[in-house]
């Protein structure tokens, strides 16, 4: 049996996602098809927000944010290094903790030095250390899904440029990474504006399997992921 604890890192929640759904993921979907997903989970979050419904934004929110890793386990990138390279404990943009982009107007981005002493070992530790670097009394919670919103469009933008073009294929994989890395932070965004627990919830979908056929590798139909209840 495969399962998610909420103790567990984030390299370690990419690995049951891959045990589960690498399998039907690869068969069954291209990669466009795993982004209509992505973002279809997406939305159905901000419907949540729209409308006051946290159970629909959580179950959805967590959702998308395991699509994420459907897309980082096909390209084959871990999610948990590129978002540290990304954010070590500060802003990936002005390379301070809290974030001081809109005090100071930052017009370039800094440069990071990575503390590798500072990496949090779980998921629920980069929870934590977003709130830290991006603190929700800065935002409200519809200014978070906005955030996510624009942030889900750069994921398929930089995957659409990577599969169009033979040119600077390396850059526009790099793309990719951070752009995904990008959606994370916003993820935990969301989560931090709405109280969500992540690793929690994650663990209350994951305790057996997939969390609707219950079997690894997943084998729920096209039709029931077609279908499936918001
Ligand atoms: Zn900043
Ligand atoms: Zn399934």
Redesign the pocket.
Known sequence: MASYKKNQSIAQYQKFIEKVYAVPGDRNFSLEEILVQHQRFTMRALKGIRKNDQKKLKFNLLDSFSWSFTIANRLHFSLENILWQRFSYL??????VP???KIKK?KKRRKIIVDNTKRPKSLKGFQKMFNEIYPKEGRTLEHAGIHLAEESGEVSEAVHAFLTNQTNRKERFLNIKEELADYISCSFGVANSSDIDIAEGLSDLFYNNCLACHKAPCKCTLDSITNFPS
């Open positions: 802003c990936s943009y002005c390379a301070s974030c001081i982009c930052v």
